[in-house]
């Protein structure tokens, strides 16, 4: 009997292979199960619809960055988040072409829109903390919507960057967190003898 987490895995790498040759957003569910071959009742078992199988790669992708070296709390919290979202784009390397594929399929699907929205913002929650800052309470709100805007304006160059060492990517992630640190204190964090932040909303 294959386990249900093989399934899942399948059903993933068929997506990807889909989204890859640019037939994402017309996809349908029949055509996903053929490409990973399993049945739909085995899909419909595992997930939902489409887009929680985007959810489920982005889980991944979460899990892998999460899964990496610990925090080094003797390097400033900048350094620290600089190399996490780093570690995030190199988890994303291998499935880059597809990403756009992905994106504009979200895009031109309002459900899609709206449920991924709340969960790429909880993906970067995960990234501040994986960097020893809080998410928590309405700072921590704050922060996680200024990394989104910082997230989202490298992603921009990160696909188009074709250098060996990534130093496009790089300089537009330093630039936009020194930027956001500057206007609204994105990668302050709570020091010795400082009040605890609100509770979360």
């Known amino acids: 009997m294959v386990k249900k987490a093989d399934v899942a895995g399948r059903i993933i790498a068929g997506a990807l292979e889909l989204a890859a040759e ?21 899909l ?14 982005l889980d991944r992708i979460d899990h892998e960055v999460l899964g990496g070296t610990g925090i080094d709390t003797s390097s400033e919290p900048r350094d620290r988040l600089f190399d996490v979202l780093m570690r995030r784009f190199d988890a994303l390397a291998p499935y880059k072409t597809v990403l756009p594929s992905l994106l504009s399929g979200a895009a031109c699907n309002p459900c899609a829109a709206l449920v991924l929205g709340p969960r790429f913002l909880k993906s970067m929650a ?12 309405l700072k921590g709100l704050a922060r996680v919507k200024g990394l989104a805007f910082v997230y989202m304006n490298t992603a921009r160059v990160w696909l188009k960057d074709d250098s060996e060492d990534a130093s496009k990517t790089m300089a537009a992630l330093d630039k936009g967190l020194k930027r956001a640190e500057r206007l609204a ?8 003898g400082q009040a605890p932040e609100e509770s979360p909303a």
Not at 126 to 137: D, P, Q, R, T, Y
């Open 22 to 42: 640019g037939l994402w957003r017309r996809a349908s569910l029949s055509d996903i199960a053929g490409r990973a071959g399993v049945t739909l009742a085995q």
């Open 44 to 57: 419909q078992e595992t997930f939902p619809g489409k887009t929680a199988i985007i959810e489920a790669f």
């Open 126 to 137: 995960w990234m501040l903390e994986a960097a020893g800052i809080s998410s928590a309470g």
């Open 185 to 192: 204190g994105l990668c302050n964090r709570l020091g010795p």
